[in-house]
């Protein structure tokens, strides 16, 4: 079993919203940094936003800052990935992954652990 789930992807109209989520049962929040990733077709993985330690510092990539925002509830050890405004160049799998070094933004390595994907479809 991952160590993490991600879940609250789906089919989107442009201008729709989602909300993600990123379960990490086995960690406690304000100790890591949480990363969200995304991979289109055809493309490299790249980084989109993250969330790390006590103070829950946050990070976003220029193509999403002012439309998506982090976030995380400590108690459910889950982080939120609120998606609005979406495009289709937004389409991709979306990647959880956890940096145990509070690197945010995240390193894209084999050596953070790694959820198994949810995909994400902006299109009319």
């Known amino acids: 079993q991952s160590p993490l789930v991600e879940s609250g992807g789906g089919l989107v109209q442009p201008g729709g919203s989602l909300r993600l989520s990123c379960t990490a049962p086995g960690y406690t929040l304000p100790s890591i940094s949480i990363g969200w990733f995304r991979q289109a077709p055809g493309k490299e993985r790249e980084g989109v936003s993250c969330?790390?330690?006590?103070?829950?510092?946050?990070h976003y990539a220029d193509s999403v800052r002012g439309r998506f925002t982090i976030s995380r509830d400590d108690r459910k050890r889950t982080v939120y990935l609120q998606m609005n405004r979406l495009k289709p160049e937004d389409t991709g799998v979306y990647y959880c992954a956890a940096d145990p070094f509070l690197a945010c933004p995240l390193v894209d390595t084999e050596d953070n652990q790694w959820g198994q994907g949810t995909q994400v479809t902006v299109s009319s």
């Open positions: 969330i790390s330690g006590p103070a829950g510092s946050t």
